[in-house]
């Protein structure tokens, strides 16, 4: 309720006090000589007067016809994540985050969640009173007690002391109220009653240096830095805060009695009772808030703006007037300056501040129901009641809509008009403009009634029908009536006056339009049709087979029919067996269709479970979606209707009006932030972070602040320098592993384009860095230069090994021939070769003398050579074997067996075997007594050696030792002696493990048997 002042008892009230207040000033001057001298109270005296009758007429709020509806709005409670529903104090900051002060702590809401900050996170008390940012971005906040501190990233930072007034606390009546950060990092703090004004210089650790201002009621600033206080003094009280020091304005406001009196210059005017708030719209015009008024102070001159019980005020960027009272909800003045336009919302609430976000959304803090948020005060709830609403109609202007099973309701724009008593209602311009056409069932019958829209509910007409049928829809068409129910048509023949049952369904009915003499019917086993003309159904196998399953809601367009089914989807019939889906594939809200309206312009209007949807177009749709609508609590959509600009909404919360260009307006870019970024190492993490090799398990958090829009936001995010391409991300945060080292920006977007990038770098592990690389790379080029000088000088030593070797192998070598062939062999081999000539046997001869050059033929052959076959081995060994045969008189035989064929062509070190061989003939062949000797050469291949075993039936090594002492064959002992040699160098040339090994063979008497040799030689490629 706003009282009015002017009138007479007012006017006498305020002269009487003015006469009162300059009767005592004049005896107060005589004994106090700092107050005015009388020519000063004479001047103020004429001003005062003067002041009076420009305020008072001023004061008349002209009272509207019809009180505006409350707009649409989103109350935020304890339930709903908020700390307390008692709220003191609300903050948009220079990010777009909210910032809620209530007796339990203090929130932050981003549009998805509260985060809290009570006692466990570091604030000294729960209540909370006032909140401001600075230039830096910290939230500074007051508590109930005076304690002062800052929130910046997450953390709470308390100043270690709370401000007094001398030694001792605030009296129970004062405390903090107001405070400013310059640009030197000072903080200002001012109390509210006892007219203290402190400064803190960062780090703000050493106690605040105070002034007493003796003023009487707030101290406030604002972003320009400035502050205005009251004092009992006629002194110069109206400072401004410049780089840390106070300079002194023209402004100020005296004390008398309690009482306040505003001064400007030579003005002066009746103020009304302390201040609690002061707005200084510019240098020379503030308003001015008491407890029981709103006053404008403009050019020397004092007006009440509205005398009630004030709570707060605030002067958006619009130039509108916002006052919050107390239990008497919320005064709007789109323009202070014209007083006789005001705007009252929520009349029964008692708010404390107030905040506009960064989409242009309204916050409002309440004393006792938490936090109310109003997008757009243009989205108005017309009505909001228990009743579910549907079919909205317009008749003569007005908009109408009917509660289910209920009465219909007419509204003049946005104000209610009155309620009738109708259950069901169809508006006829065929009858006449001021009519509604109503019918009613109950359980007589129907009832078809015509009703005077102007008058309270005047019965023109009423006829009953015989009928007890649900009437769910009417239509007119073709003059005639026609009636829905859930299975049934019936239409009602104006001009005969009778009513005509059409059809019944074996299916329910959901909705119906008709078309060229043809209805068409959305029911639960699809679509069908029905021919008035034939008052027959029409068969169409095009729709039972592809539409046999709920059609909820059908439109009729220019050229087909629009159909929906929950959970599906909305299809585009056109009538020629085409049908075209839109679904959330293509754009649409959600699948989940509850209904549809064609508005004008071929608009359809799509009502879903996430909100609603609009397609325009001829045959390139298009779809523009209004998901927030879901999230302010409108209920189930039952019935759309577009008036002139406006979208009229009917749901079973309530009904609402939304101007259409608002709601696109509705569909902003919402700016996204990163919100916080972490790793396995580091909790929090700055941009341009630098991590650790190995520290590669990243957390990055991220937000897009949207408060209009209930539907989650899709992100998707890229990370550059890694594989910069764009991934979708199911929450709003990613987990980032195994990156390598690098520099990397991590780039997060919403659907709508706006983005945000943190920047940070792996860094490279020691041995990946230049100095460790080129200590290393120099380490290697020595290391290689050592390498390769040590192999160097190893294989030459090797090849000098080598060459001394081959040199000694040589020399064992020719040894070995000059051994093989001694004077003493060759001196046998020619008496023999005689001895067949002497005795005449020539072809002995011949052939004894062909064997013995072939022998020498091969051994100069062999001897130019370190290795031969075995093949050419047993050549030269047949020769040497038939020499001694003959030399022997045949008295031994001999056998050569090779068990593998491949071991011919297996080269072994020439003449290896030859003095093997030579031994057995000559010590254990030879002198041989009693029984033929016999040798036997064999060769085999065991894996990567070659084996040959020289087995003789001599006389054995012992009998043969034993004539060796009688007689010295050096020569024998000597060819054994060198071959050992030979091959103890061959093995070490080669890297070979050759083996001799000489068993003695007895047999079962002990009787020396023979002499086996086993010769073990590796295969050299």
């Known amino acids: 309720m706003i009282p ?100 339990g702590g203090i929130c932050r809401y981003d549009g998805t969640k509260f985060v809290r900050f009570s006692i466990s996170e570091g604030l000294p008390e729960r209540m909370v009173t006032k909140l401001y940012e600075d230039k830096k971005g910290r939230i500074w906040f007051i508590t109930i007690s005076s304690h002062v501190g800052y929130i910046k990233d997450d953390q709470v930072t308390l100043l270690k002391y709370k401000f007094k007034k001398g ?335 059409l059809l019944m369904t074996e299916s329910r009915i959901n909705n119906v339009v008709i078309v060229n003499d043809t209805i068409w019917m959305a029911t639960n086993n699809g679509l069908f049709s029905f021919d008035l003309k034939t008052r027959k159904w029409v068969d169409n196998s095009f729709l039972r087979k592809n539409l046999n399953y709920r059609i909820d809601d059908l439109a009729e367009s220019k050229d087909g029919l629009w159909l929906c089914s929950f959970g599906k989807g909305i299809w585009y019939y056109n009538k020629k067996d085409k049908l075209t889906l839109y679904d959330e594939k293509k754009g649409l809200a959600s699948n989940y269709v509850r209904s549809l309206y064609l508005g004008p312009q071929n608009n359809l209007w799509v009502s879903t479970n996430e909100g609603l949807s609009r397609i325009t177009g001829e045959s390139d749709w298009k779809i523009v979606n209004y998901p927030y609508l879901e999230g302010y609590g409108i209920g189930q959509i039952n019935d759309i209707l577009r008036v002139n600009n406006d979208l009229y909404l009917a749901t079973s919360n309530g009904f609402y009006k939304f101007p259409i260009s608002k709601l696109d307006k509705q569909n902003k870019t919402a700016p996204i932030y990163i919100t916080a970024a972490s790793s396995r190492l580091i909790k929090r993490l700055q941009n341009n972070a630098e991590l650790e090799y190995g520290d590669d398990k990243i957390v990055i958090s991220f937000l897009a602040l949207n408060y209009t829009n209930a539907r989650k936001a899709e992100y998707y995010y890229m990370i550059k320098g890694y594989d910069d391409v764009w991934h979708k991300s199911p929450s709003s945060s990613v987990r980032l592993t195994k990156l390598p080292p690098g520099k990397y920006s991590f780039i997060v977007k919403t659907d709508s384009n706006s983005h945000a990038t943190f920047t940070f770098s792996i860094k490279y592990p020691f041995w990946q860095k230049w100095w460790f690389i080129s200590l290393t790379g120099l380490l290697l080029v020595i290391c290689i230069y050592t390498l390769v000088n040590y192999r160097t000088r190893k294989i030459k030593a090797e090849e000098r090994e080598k060459n001394y070797i081959q040199v000694q192998i040589a020399g064992l070598q020719a040894n070995v021939i000059r051994a093989q062939m001694n004077p003493h062999f060759m001196f046998n081999a020619l008496n023999s070769i005689q001895s067949f000539i002497l005795a005449n046997e020539n072809k002995q001869a011949n052939f004894y003398l062909g064997k013995f050059s072939s022998l020498m033929r091969k051994i100069i052959q062999i001897s130019r050579h370190d290795f031969v076959t075995v093949k050419e081995e047993l050549r030269l060994l047949q020769d040497y074997i038939e020499i001694e045969r003959m030399r022997c008189a045949y008295s031994f035989n001999y056998e050569i067996n090779i068990g593998n064929k491949e071991s011919l062509g297996v080269r072994i070190p020439a003449m290896i075997i030859q003095p093997f061989i030579e031994n057995a003939v000559n010590h254990g062949l030879t002198p041989l007594e009693g029984r033929e000797g016999k040798l036997e050469i064999n060769f085999d291949i065991y894996g990567k050696n070659i084996i040959c075993t020289i087995t003789d039936n001599g006389i054995g090594r012992t009998k043969a030792n034993e004539i060796k002492q009688k007689k010295i064959r050096y020569h024998q002992s000597a060819s054994i002696k060198l071959t050992e040699n030979r091959i103890d160098l061959y093995n070490k040339l080669y890297k070979a493990e050759s083996k001799i090994s000489i068993v003695d063979l007895y047999d079962e008497d002990g009787a020396a048997t023979g002499t086996k040799v086993e010769l073990i030689i590796p295969i050299i490629q």
């Open 4 to 103: 009015l002042t002017g009138n007479k008892s007012v006017w006498k009230r305020c002269l009487g006090q003015s006469t009162k207040i300059l009767v005592l000033l004049f005896f107060l001057s005589l004994f106090l000589p700092a107050f005015p001298q009388k020519t000063q109270i004479k001047k103020l005296h004429e001003n005062t007067e003067k002041n009076l009758n420009e305020i008072l007429p001023l004061n008349h709020l002209k009272s509207q016809k019809k009180q505006p509806q409350d707009p649409i709005s989103k109350n935020f409670r304890i339930e709903d994540g908020l700390i307390s529903n008692e709220a003191h104090f609300v903050l948009s900051d220079s990010r777009g985050f909210i910032w809620i002060a209530t007796d």
């Open 167 to 501: 030694p001792n606390v605030f009296k129970m009546d004062d405390f903090a109220h107001s405070m400013y950060v310059d640009e030197g990092d000072t903080l200002w703090v001012a109390t509210m009653l006892s007219g203290m004004l402190y400064k803190s210089a960062y780090p703000y650790t050493s106690p605040p240096v105070s002034k007493e201002m003796k003023s009487d009621f707030v101290i406030e600033f604002n972003k320009q830095g400035d502050y205005i206080y009251g004092t009992s003094y006629v002194s110069c009280t109206h400072h401004k805060i410049t780089n840390c020091t106070v300079e002194v304005c023209l402004a100020y406001i005296e004390k008398w009695k309690g009482k306040t009196r505003y001064f400007r210059s030579n003005y002066e005017a009746y103020a009304g009772y302390r201040s609690h708030k002061i707005i200084r719209v510019s240098p020379e015009e503030f308003l001015i808030t008491t407890k029981s008024e709103l006053l404008c102070f403009r050019k020397g001159k004092l007006k009440v703006l509205l005398k009630t019980s004030v709570v707060n005020s605030y002067l958006d960027k619009k130039g509108q007037l916002w006052v919050f009272t107390a239990n008497e909800g919320l005064y709007l003045f789109p323009d202070y300056h014209k007083l006789d336009k005001w705007k009252h919302y929520y009349q029964d609430q008692y708010f404390t501040a107030m905040t506009q976000d960064i989409e242009g959304g309204t916050w409002l803090t309440t004393l006792y129901n938490g936090v109310k948020y109003i997008p757009d005060f243009d989205f108005m709830t017309l009505l909001k009641e228990g009743k579910q609403l549907e079919h909205i109609v317009v008749n003569n202007g007005k908009v109408m809509v009917n509660e289910k099973l209920g009465d219909l309701l007419i509204f003049d724009k946005n104000d209610f008009l009155k309620r009738l008593d109708m259950q069901l209602f169809y508006y006829s311009p065929e009858i006449e403009k001021d009519y509604i056409l109503c019918y009613t069932a109950n359980q007589t019958g129907i009832s078809r009634m015509q009703y005077v829209s102007e008058n309270k509910s005047g019965v023109l007409k009423k006829q009953d029908y015989n009928s007890t049928m649900h009437i769910k829809k009417i239509m007119r068409y073709k003059g005639n009536d026609y009636l829905i129910n859930m299975s049934r048509i019936h239409m009602y023949d104006n001009s005969r006056k009778k009513n005509v049952r």
